[in-house]
């Protein structure tokens, strides 16, 4: 079952910055937040994942809040590539992966 | 450096029949996860392999289904007697030791007539 809550679909405009939310009110200490996209007719790729502190790789940032009840995926700037879903998952060690719906991006140009 | 590879992409096949995908993880991931995924939903876990063994399945991996990982590199996933429910995206992904990240391969769309 998906521990966490995302909206369903988001818009952003080319070359912006874009803030993917996800809610996790239920999260264990132990949870790491996991963040995957799945571009159209492809598998599931990963973005970045944390545990308690702000994480940034090449692709995107994760901003944890401080109770870790939320979490924030941003892109800072927003291609046409970035076109996707975005599954938020939360993780404990030697868990599986539960994938909710997620939230369908949109990128206009 | 090639990434998961799965076969055949598309599959269809007759009600009632037998069909066989394969994956092929990156080379030393020591593991391998299936799911599945229809339309508008996030993957499902399947099944897990850490090495050979088999360590998990998840319920909805019925008799029906079988999955293998002789020698510890690709695996085999058999979906027998085939039913129009079967109907989905197969999805691969490995691991390597010691790290989380999935790596999904492309996936297998299986389509049951």
């Known amino acids: 079952d998906a521990k966490t809550t995302q909206p369903n679909s988001m818009e952003s405009n080319e070359e912006e910055p874009v803030h993917l939310p996800c809610n996790h009110s239920t999260i264990s200490g132990t949870d790491y937040i996991h963040w995957y996209r799945q571009l159209p007719s492809q598998g599931p790729e990963y973005v970045i994942h944390?545990?308690?502190s702000n994480v940034n790789n090449r692709m995107a940032s994760l901003a944890i809040a401080e109770d870790r009840k939320s979490s924030t995926l941003i892109l800072h700037r927003a291609t046409l590539r970035d076109a996707a879903v975005y599954y938020c998952i939360l993780r404990n060690y030697g868990q599986n992966f539960v994938f909710g719906p997620g939230t369908r991006l949109s990128v206009l140009p | 450096d090639t990434g998961v590879s799965q076969n055949p992409r598309h599959k269809i096949t007759k009600r009632g029949q037998n069909v066989t995908f394969r994956c092929d993880p990156i080379?030393?991931?020591?593991?391998l996860y299936w799911y599945r995924q229809t339309l508008g939903q996030g993957p499902e876990f399947l099944t897990y392999?850490?090495?050979?063994?088999?360590?998990?399945k998840s319920r909805l991996l019925s008799d029906r289904f079988s999955a293998e990982r002789p020698k510890g590199s690709f695996s085999t996933l058999e979906i027998q007697r085939t039913e129009q429910g079967d109907s989905a995206m197969y999805l691969c992904a490995s691991t390597p030791r010691g790290q989380s990240e999935q790596y999904f391969g492309p996936g297998t769309r299986l389509t049951v007539t």
């Open positions: 080379s030393e991931h020591n593991r």
């Open positions: 944390g545990l308690t």
């Open positions: 392999f850490q090495n050979e063994a088999q360590l998990e």
